[in-house]
C-alpha cells in the first residue's frame, strides 16, 4: 500500500530549528506535488507549504513565511521542510501531503514540540 513516511520531529527550544523529511513509499515523488500540514494541540489541520509538480512552485502560510523552507531531492526522492526560528505555536504534528488529483497519500505525522 502505498503511503508517505515523516521524519525528524522532536523536542526543540524556541529560536532553533529542525529539518522534517519526507519520503515516499510505493511510488515516486516526481509526478506528485508535495504539501506540509499541521495541527496545533486542539486546533483543526492547516496547511503550511507546497511545492507544485508541475513546475516546482512553492508556497508558504503566512504563518511560516521566511522561516521555513520546502524543497524536494528528486535524486533521492524526497521532500523536506527545514524550519528555522522555531516558535511555541510552532508546535503540532505535521503532515506530509503527496496529490496528483485524483490521487493523494498522507503519512502519520511526526511531532514537532517547541519549549523551552
Request: net charge positive; proline share 5%; aromatic share 12%.
Amino acid at each position: 500500500q502505498a503511503q508517505v513516511v515523516e521524519s525528524g520531529g522532536g523536542l526543540v527550544q524556541p529560536g532553533g530549528s529542525l529539518r522534517l523529511s519526507c519520503a515516499p513509499s510505493g511510488f515516486t515523488f516526481d509526478s506528485y506535488g508535495v504539501a506540509w500540514y499541521r495541527r496545533p494541540p486542539g486546533k483543526e489541520r492547516e496547511w503550511v507549504a507546497r511545492i507544485n509538480r508541475a513546475d516546482g512552485t512553492i508556497t508558504y502560510a503566512e504563518s511560516v513565511k521566511g522561516r521555513f523552507t520546502i524543497s524536494r531531492d528528486n535524486a533521492k526522492n524526497m521532500v523536506y521542510l527545514q524550519m528555522n526560528a522555531l516558535q511555541p505555536e510552532d508546535t503540532a504534528v505535521y503532515y506530509c501531503n503527496a496529490y496528483k488529483w485524483p490521487t493523494e497519500y498522507w503519512g502519520q505525522g511526526t511531532q514537532v514540540t517547541v519549549s523551552s
